[in-house]
């Protein structure tokens, strides 16, 4: 089961921040968290992930509570280009870093 | 990503029928998977595999086989298809150097069994 909790659906103004939340309350200490994104029936497409710093990339950013609880993505300009669903998962190095994805959060970036 | 490639990108076949998906890479790395996808739904896990030899069940491997012939070829295997195994599958890599490392993901095969 998926070990995470994303909203269904959001919206985002082309060229505004999308932030996207994701909670996962009962995550260990040795979990990452991943983000995903896939548009139409491609493969998912790698963003970013981190343990409980802060991580920053060319595509996004990943802001991860004190406490590891909850985390947010952040696409600083959103294109139409990032119309898309977005998985946050968490995963260990213990379990074989075995990916458990649910349903996501569906962005849909308005012109 | 285009270094993880399957064929074929689309099959449409008939109950009963033996079917192999392929998985090819040219990361060089050492861990590879097999995802399904039904419609409206996240990806699961079928199998996994860390090396040459090693097979992992995953979530749901029941229906399904897997053959990791060689380190960039990871093979998976329907041996009586059923048509609640229509759906989409993807393969996908990681490198097991530095075992929080991200997973990349091939383009799908779309399956169909009738």
């Known amino acids: 089961d998926a070990k995470t909790t994303q909203p269904t659906s959001m919206d985002c103004a082309e060229g505004r921040a999308a932030n996207l939340p994701c909670n996962h309350s009962t995550i260990s200490g040795n979990e990452y968290v991943y983000w995903y994104r896939q548009i139409h029936s491609q493969g998912p497409q790698y963003i970013i992930h981190?343990?409980?710093n802060n991580e920053t990339n060319e595509m996004a950013s990943l802001i991860i509570t004190e406490d590891r609880k909850s985390s947010t993505l952040i696409l600083p300009h959103a294109t139409l280009r990032d119309t898309a669903v977005y998985y946050c998962?968490?995963?260990?190095?213990?379990?074989?870093?075995?990916?458990?994805f649910g349903t996501g959060t569906s962005l849909t970036v308005i012109p | 990503d285009a270094d993880v490639t399957q064929t074929p990108r689309n099959r449409i076949t008939k109950t009963g029928k033996r079917i192999m998906l392929e998985c090819s890479q040219t990361k060089g790395h050492d861990r590879m998977y097999w995802y399904r996808q039904d419609p409206g739904l996240g990806l699961r896990l079928i199998y996994y595999?860390?090396?040459?030899?090693?097979?992992n069940k995953g979530e749901i491997s029941d229906g399904y086989s897997v053959s990791r012939q060689a380190q960039a070829k990871f093979s998976l295997s329907l041996e009586s298809a059923i048509p609640n195994q229509t759906a989409l599958y993807f393969c996908?890599?990681?490198?097991?150097?530095?075992?929080?490392?991200?997973?990349?993901f091939g383009d799908g095969t779309r399956l169909s069994i009738l």
């Open positions: 998962i968490v995963s260990s190095p213990n379990t074989g870093n075995q990916f458990y």
């Open positions: 595999s860390f090396d040459v030899k090693d097979i």
């Open positions: 996908a890599t990681s490198d097991g150097l530095g075992s929080n490392q991200p997973q990349h």
């Open positions: 981190g343990l409980k």
